[in-house]
């Protein structure tokens, strides 16, 4: 089986216009989770506490949820995309974004953050590892 759950979108195409839009999403809130889990520990910040805080509230979700496991040492294993592979997600959606042109600042911003982890030598970490001190990647 190649998927479970299969999404009628709309004419021949949309699927190909809506992947890139799911996965910048996806790799914005991971790049905005990822720093958050980091400014959490810069500041001495329990980050079981501020996992607790974030279960409650409307800004939950499983990618932070995931990051804050992989950080914890919980879940080792957790979203294994490359981050090679996650900067090519989102430069694909903002290559998109700019052919229609519509702007997008933040997903720009968040490109900038994987491909800086690339250039930094990162590129073939998962993902999570986005989320650990400057000094543990």
């Known amino acids: 089986m190649f998927c479970e759950i299969i999404v009628h979108v709309g004419d021949i195409g949309q699927g ?14 991971a790049a905005v989770a990822a720093e958050t889990c980091q400014f959490a520990k810069g500041l001495g910040i329990d980050l079981a506490t501020l996992r607790s805080l974030v279960s409650r509230g409307a800004t939950n979700s499983g990618i932070f949820q995931n990051f804050a496991a992989f950080v914890s040492g919980e879940k080792p294993d957790v979203l294994a995309i490359s ?4 900067a090519k997600d989102i430069d694909c959606a903002v290559r998109l974004a700019g052919e229609a042109a519509i702007t997008v600042p ?15 030598g990162k590129g073939e ?13």
């Open 125 to 137: 970490l998962t993902l999570p590892h986005l989320a650990l001190p400057e000094d543990n990647r």
């Open 83 to 86: 981050i090679t592979n996650a």
């Open 16 to 29: 190909h216009r809506l992947k890139p839009v799911y996965n910048s999403m996806t790799m914005g809130m």
């Open 106 to 120: 933040v997903l720009t911003a968040a490109a900038q953050k994987l491909h800086t982890a690339v250039a930094e």
